[in-house]
């Protein structure tokens, strides 16, 4: 990993030197898009813990037959935006299916989204009328974990469609108080967006989790092998990746040389 001085040389955005909030959708493959989903929180948190990084889980969605549909974790420590920022976009799985009987491949894919974590957005008034909350029992997969109280919180945007949860905290005003924030952090990046001329859909500015759209592919069959479809970096030590070794991914696509 990079020295903190010279991430403060590459990294100059307004907001890269602060703390960062990364999801990760499941996209095109079903179930096995959904295990594929959690393979990468899984890697995340693994480079995050080996890297310095605080970390918590602020929310998961688990499928019905393994993975997850969608999780949100945010990540504290110096830079951790402007070093994350670059993970954004879709990631290609390709791979034997462990869900098919007769031992297909399978490709899937997944979306993750990077944003800054913003303290100024406490003044942001959102009206009553433009939000529905949902309260519900935070639970594991397969029902596992249920929790006696409804904790965890759901928002709605309803004007734009966005939607945010938070179950990571014990009582559900702390979970209100994060999903809160993390709304107004997603909506606050929409202006911004606007602002500088970027007049997208709110959710066409980022690809979908298909075909054609991937920054990052990893193939575990027919051959091994990790590709970054920008910086043209590829590595064969597909396993060591996915179990959290993605520095010098992350690194080439801030500016730093690596051997490809």
């Known amino acids: 990993m990079i020295s903190l001085e010279q991430l403060k040389s590459k990294l100059q955005g307004k907001y890269d030197a602060k703390g960062a909030i990364l999801s990760i959708y499941a996209g095109a493959g079903g179930v096995d898009a959904q295990d594929w989903a959690k393979m990468l929180l899984r890697m995340y948190e693994r480079f995050m813990r080996e890297h310095g990084f605080g970390f918590k889980v602020l929310s998961q969605s688990f499928g019905a037959e393994g993975g997850i549909k969608s999780a949100t974790l945010e990540a504290r420590g110096p830079y951790a935006y402007g070093y994350l920022k670059g993970e954004k976009g879709v990631h290609r799985l390709v791979r034997i299916s462990p869900y098919s009987q007769k031992k297909l491949r399978h490709t899937s894919f997944a979306l993750v989204e990077v944003l800054p974590v913003l303290e100024d957005v406490g003044e942001?008034?959102?009206?009553?009328?433009d939000l529905r909350i949902d309260t519900f029992r935070a639970t594991g997969p397969g029902g596992q974990y249920v929790n006696k109280t409804e904790s965890a919180v759901?928002?709605?945007?309803?004007?734009?469609?966005?939607?945010?949860?938070?179950?990571a905290e014990r009582s559900q005003a702390q979970n209100r108080e994060r999903a809160m924030k993390l709304l107004k952090t997603k909506l606050k990046e929409i202006a911004l967006r606007e602002k500088t001329d970027q007049r997208?859909?709110?959710?066409?500015k980022l690809p979908q989790a298909e075909w054609g759209s991937q920054?990052?592919?990893?193939?575990?069959?027919p051959y091994k092998m990790v590709k970054d479809h920008r910086t043209?970096?590829?590595?064969?030590?597909?396993?060591?990746?996915?179990?959290?070794?993605?520095?010098?991914?992350?690194?080439?696509?801030?500016?730093?040389t690596h051997e490809t």
Do not use: N, W
């Open 124 to 129: 942001m008034k959102i009206k009553p009328e």
């Open 154 to 167: 759901r928002f709605t945007h309803l004007p734009t469609g966005i939607v945010v949860s938070c179950q």
């Open 200 to 204: 997208l859909a709110i959710r066409g």
């Open 215 to 221: 920054i990052r592919s990893y193939v575990l069959h």
């Open 232 to 256: 043209g970096l590829k590595s064969a030590e597909v396993e060591k990746v996915l179990d959290g070794k993605i520095e010098k991914f992350i690194e080439a696509e801030i500016g730093l």
